[in-house]
């Protein structure tokens, strides 16, 4: 597809009311098949959007060399964890893809040459929530890696750059957790709403500059002390969610759901961003 083919189809998009942005934070691969609150309010929230055209998701479980993009017809179900149940591994969740938005995407970020791939698909980041935003697999959606070599501040303005998506009726989704530290698991409170002390210290902070609208804080996370140290050791579940709030415009409405932590030492805290109507 050239250039002209491209902007003739962006043109029959046709320009959409701004959709809105979600942060969603997924937890366990076992929230695919899960029966809980946290699948309740994703089942609830996708009954409530607009139906989007596509979706673009941001996984913390795609970390590249460099910015790519899905741009496969249908990209396979990648199961990408290990040591759980068969039934885990059978889900599959064969939504088409859209080398369609794929091109928009690369077409609208400018700081970085995208790559568009043909080998990845989706991973459980993405489709261990949209299944239960939109159980019938019936919206394209593609993936957009997260460049491991870049510093927060990048990942920040590049998202930026992807805002002209939400008036095409593109949903776009981070998918990560605010607080994620693996190592410090309680696994005697795998089934519990528990958090030890520095990972509510981190949650709280965290939420207090969301809804403040205190961005520069949340970029310059490793500013914040050791609780935050100790929720974020490694950037990847984190940094889908400044992808999220780099697209909040204006006075855009911003609200938080499924706020609970799991297991001592992750949040799934979630966000929603939209346009105030």
């Not at 459980?124 to 501040?153: C, E, F, N, T």
């Amino acid at each position: 597809m050239d250039l002209h083919d491209l902007n003739k189809m962006t043109a029959e998009m046709g320009n959409t009311a701004p959709m809105p942005v979600l942060f969603l934070g997924h937890g366990s691969p076992m929230n695919a098949i899960a029966e809980n609150e946290f699948v309740a309010s994703f089942r609830k929230l996708g009954n409530e959007l607009v139906r989007p055209n596509a979706i673009l998701c941001i996984s913390a479980h795609w970390e590249t060399q460099g910015t790519y993009v899905t741009a496969m017809r249908q990209p396979p179900t990648i199961h990408d964890f290990g040591g759980f149940p068969q039934a885990l591994y059978d889900v599959r969740y064969p939504a088409p893809g859209s080398p369609e938005l794929a091109l928009q995407t690369k077409k609208a970020i400018r700081r970085t040459q995208v790559q568009l791939d043909h080998e990845w698909g989706l991973d459980h980041g993405a489709w261990s929530v949209i299944r239960h935003l939109y159980p019938q697999a019936d919206i394209p959606v593609v993936q957009m890696s997260i460049d491991r070599s870049k510093p927060p501040r990048y990942h920040y303005e590049l998202a930026q750059e992807i805002s002209r998506l939400r008036k095409k009726g593109v949903l776009i989704i981070g998918s990560g957790n605010m607080v994620h530290n693996l190592r410090r698991i309680a696994w005697d409170k795998l089934d519990e709403s528990y958090a030890f002390d520095w990972a509510l210290e981190a949650s709280e902070k965290m939420k207090a500059f969301i809804l403040g609208g205190d961005h520069q804080a949340l970029i310059d996370y490793r500013a914040q002390g050791r609780a935050f140290d100790l929720a974020i050791p490694t950037p990847e579940h984190y940094m889908p969610l400044l992808y999220a709030l780099a697209l909040k415009e204006g006075n855009e409405r911003i609200s938080l759901f499924n706020d609970k932590p799991v297991a001592g030492s992750l949040y799934m805290t979630s966000v929603k961003i939209e346009a105030d109507l």
